[in-house]
């Protein structure tokens, strides 16, 4: 192996632990989210931070006063947003939130370059791109709504002549600046894009890595009782069905869905499948963990005890 891949391989690593041990700690165990996913979401955090960071020195050598200032208070926010990871807040609110300041900084600093001739208003339509990534289908379409309608309240101010207050000089500078500008825009599409590769590959591998499928009708038998459930599908997922039959704390509710659990089976699916509501499902699921978590066992290890 090179010295320069195992310099990457390393700052990957590094870059994990902070983001596992640091950030998130125990936010997708205690939500019931899959942690790979919130991994993700962490690291397009970061990005915005570190991109939002170059632009501010970029625009503290322009002399962009309000650039630089706009671009701390996002820095300062965004960060501030990581104490959610240490709440019960839903993942698509923290999104979301994510989201509102990133747009929110983008749009004041296009009002205080030129409006609709801001060299910075490309960057408007990364917050619908990030959406489609972190969000369901609802709020992409909610997000994409409110880019439609900046741009054209952008395109109309232009066209009464409102809002062209221009601070941003690039005059003597603006090929360098374009340009640098156009990089960055790729740039952050393709970690975007990227992380959400790993992520998916990574999810993907781990599947078939533990052989853990479950189909549309299979699902439907948790609608019963956890011995009809044994009796249906106890040959296929033989060894986490013992297992949690061990566990006599567990009501057998409770193994149903701690079963739920390490099938990891999206909440909104069982919502429909079970006729249930999702935060049902949700303080089912933390019932679970919470009750494992007190007789010592880690949420995380039910799969590599069924496993081994």
């Known amino acids: 192996m090179s010295k320069k891949r195992k310099t990457n391989i390393n700052s990957t690593a590094a870059l994990s632990r902070l983001i596992t041990d640091k950030i998130i700690g125990v936010y997708p165990e205690n939500n019931g989210y899959q942690r790979e996913f919130v991994e993700f979401v962490t690291k397009i955090l970061l990005n915005a931070i570190v991109f939002s960071m170059v632009f501010c020195f970029g625009f503290f050598f322009l002399k962009f006063k309000e650039g630089v200032i706009i671009n701390i208070v996002m820095i300062v926010m965004l960060v501030a947003s990581i104490v959610f990871y240490k709440t019960k807040t839903k993942l698509s609110t923290i999104n979301n939130i994510h989201l509102s300041i990133c747009g929110g900084g983008i749009f004041l600093v296009i009002v205080y370059s030129g409006g609709l001739t801001s060299p910075v208003l490309p960057w408007l339509l990364t917050i619908p791109f990030v959406a489609s990534f972190l969000l369901n289908r609802i709020y992409s379409w909610i997000w994409i709504s409110i880019t439609v309608l900046i741009l054209t309240f952008l395109s109309y101010s232009y066209q009464i002549k409102f809002l062209q207050q221009n601070e941003l000089d690039i005059a003597l500078n603006h ?32 599947i078939e890595r533990e052989a853990v499928y479950i189909t549309n009708d299979e699902i439907d038998y948790f609608i019963l009782n956890w011995n009809f459930i044994k009796s249906k599908i106890g040959g296929k997922f033989h060894e986490i069905i013992n297992y949690l039959d061990q566990l006599d704390f567990l009501t057998p509710h409770e193994k149903k869905f701690a079963l739920l659990a390490y099938l990891k089976i999206d909440p909104d699916l069982l919502a429909e499948k079970l006729n249930v509501s999702k935060r049902t499902i949700e303080t089912n699921f933390y019932r679970v963990r919470k009750k494992l978590k007190h007789h010592k066992i880690d949420y995380r290890s039910i799969k590599k005890v069924a496993l081994n």
């Open 175 to 206: 090929h360098i600046f374009y340009l640098l500008n156009v990089l960055l825009l790729f740039g952050f599409a393709i970690a975007i894009n990227q992380g959400w590769n790993a992520y998916f590959k990574k999810d993907k591998s781990k």
